[in-house]
Nanobody, 115 residues
Framework: QVQLVESGGGLVQPGGSLRLSCAAS????????MGWYRQAPGKQRELVAVISSGGRTNYADSVKGRFSISRDNAENTVYLQMNSLRTEDTAVYYC?????????WGQGTQVTVSS
């Protein structure tokens, strides 16, 4: 089992920044991928960004150039730096951890972009 603890959500004005963190613990084996998904009210959960064990990244088109995903392998932690936030970025953000064909999810952290 893998446990994920997310932090860093909150309320921010349009154009502002937030940094999300997700720390994994438990039965962790390399290689593993980590990423962030989000779900807005009335919408399906969607990919935001993922990063492989080797550091390869992939982003949703809607966040390219504004969001940056990174990881600290020593701490089994993934970060999502979100800049130039827009109202349409408002959602619950979920951390995802994948290894050995299994996927684990965090509890979600609310990000609200509003003036």
């Amino acid at each position: 089992q893998v446990q994920l603890v997310e932090s860093g959500g909150g309320l921010v004005q349009p154009g502002g920044s937030l940094r999300l963190s997700c720390a994994a613990s438990g039965s962790i084996y390399s290689p593993y991928a980590m990423g962030w998904y989000r779900q807005a009210p009335g919408k399906q959960r969607e990919l935001v960004a993922v990063i492989s064990s080797g550091g390869r990244t992939n982003y949703a088109d809607s966040v390219k150039g504004r969001f940056s995903i990174s990881r600290d392998n020593a701490e089994n932690t993934v970060y999502l730096q979100m800049n130039s936030l827009r109202t349409e970025d408002t959602a619950v953000y979920y951390c995802n951890f994948g290894q050995l064909g299994y996927a684990y999810w965090g509890q979600g952290t609310q990000v609200t972009v509003s003036s």
